[in-house]
């Protein structure tokens, strides 16, 4: 949706890093989180990072989150061209439960 | 363990019929959700359940779209009389409480209505 937004594509060779980026508009977001989705596969979770920290890094993907820009960024070291996938960016807001989507960046990977 | 399951995989229906749409959220998880993935509008939420308390109807998109989670586990999610825009992919979540928030995907359901 419109709250949170996210480039429509990148394209990157193969053991290089990619970074993604994401902005969200809601100061209340208490979660966000990074889903790869496969070609006709569901959506799986990356990882998420909680609203009061600055980087979270876990083996290849590392998280930052800038809360005063409201700007999120997954960056994958390392690309393979497994990671070839669509990327989505997801808040939860401190009311209600549902996540928040951005539309998708999709990342192909070159060999 | 098991994650979450959907079935069935690709439904193709006619505009006008009933369909039904199953989700198996991951064993233990007392939160369970719908969402809608469609090309022109991204990934919309569509209902929520939370053990026993009332649902999250607040993304249904019309009255014609309903789901129902029987002994706090599996859920249906049921749309009536078909249109064409209703052609999407529905994506279940499960997660292990309100407090725990990580939400699980499962596989989804392709509809296609003609």
């Known amino acids: 949706g419109e709250d949170v937004e996210q480039s429509l594509f990148l394209s990157v060779r193969e053991g290089d890093s990619s970074v993604i980026n994401c902005t969200y508009t809601?100061?209340?977001?208490?979660?966000l989180y990074w889903y790869k989705q496969e070609p006709g596969a569901g959506l799986q979770l990356l990882t998420y990072?909680?609203?009061?920290?600055d980087m979270k890094q876990d083996q290849r993907l590392t998280v930052l989150l800038n809360k005063k820009d409201k700007h999120l960024s997954l960056r994958i070291a390392d690309t393979q061209t497994g990671d070839s996938a669509i990327y989505f960016c997801?808040?939860?807001?401190?009311?209600?439960?549902?996540?928040?989507f951005g539309g998708g960046t999709r990342v192909l990977v070159k060999p | 363990g098991a994650g979450v399951s959907q079935s069935p995989s690709n439904k193709v229906t006619e505009k006008g019929k009933d369909v039904e749409l199953r989700c198996d959220p991951i064993?233990?998880?007392?939160?369970l959700y719908w969402y809608r993935q469609s090309l022109g509008q991204g990934l919309e939420f569509l209902i929520y359940?939370?053990?026993?308390?009332?649902?999250?109807k607040s993304g249904l998109p019309s009255d014609r779209f309903s789901a129902e989670r029987t002994g706090g586990s599996v859920s249906t999610l049921t749309i009536q009389r078909t249109q064409q825009e209703d052609s999407a992919v529905y994506l279940c979540?499960?997660?292990?409480?309100?407090?725990?928030?990580?939400?699980?995907f499962g596989p989804g359901t392709r509809l296609t209505v003609l």
């Open positions: 359940f939370q053990g026993n308390s009332a649902p999250d």
């Open positions: 064993s233990g998880h007392t939160a």
């Open positions: 990072i909680f609203s009061n920290m």
């Open positions: 809601d100061s209340s977001s208490t979660y």
């Open positions: 997801a808040e939860k807001r401190a009311a209600g439960n549902k996540l928040t």
């Open positions: 979540a499960s997660s292990l409480t309100r407090d725990k928030d990580t939400q699980y």
